[in-house]
């Protein structure tokens, strides 16, 4: 079956970055009803990221997830064996692919979308007086429009 496939770590990005676009008319409304359900994808993979948060940090006496201070940093209360735990299984998470089947009743959205992303006149990468901070996510965000371009490309619709 024809699909778009991207991992659950690449959906945030390509959200945010769709929904900074300057569109209107058709674009905007397919962009908008694409944009939807990579935020369904978003709302269900946090809620599993809750779920292994819960599972793996220590609770106080009330059961509330603990934290802890280290070098001037505030983080959840894990021991070393849940952290390395939490971890995988995290990274398992965001590893798994987000698939949108291709059918005639959202052709048009995807459609539209991979014309948006494969033609977009959007310049990539970081631009002199950027800091550190803004360079580093520039190059991650031309990295990972690489990603969607691929994720795209892989979709055939006639």
């Not at 997830?65 to 070098?71: G, L, P, R, S, Y």
């Not at 894990?78 to 959202?106: A, C, H, R, W």
């Amino acid at each position: 079956m024809n699909s778009f496939k991207i991992k659950n770590k690449f959906i945030v990005g390509l959200g945010s970055w769709l929904n900074e676009l300057p569109l209107s008319g058709k674009e905007s409304r397919e962009r908008t009803r694409f944009v939807s359900l990579l935020v369904d994808r978003l709302t269900e993979v946090e809620k599993f990221r809750t779920d292994l948060l819960e599972k793996h940090v220590k609770k106080d006496e009330k059961g509330e997830k603990k934290k802890v201070m280290i070098e001037e940093q505030e983080i959840w209360d894990m021991t070393p064996e849940n952290q390395v735990s939490y971890g995988k299984e995290l990274t398992d998470l965001m590893d798994e692919e987000f698939v949108i089947d291709v059918l005639e009743g959202n052709k048009e959205k995807v459609k539209v979308v991979k014309n948006i992303v494969l033609n977009t006149s959007y310049v990539f990468g970081p631009k002199e007086g950027d800091s550190i901070e803004e360079k580093n996510a520039k190059i991650r965000q031309m990295n990972d429009y690489n990603i969607w371009c691929e994720s795209f490309d892989a979709v055939t619709i006639e």
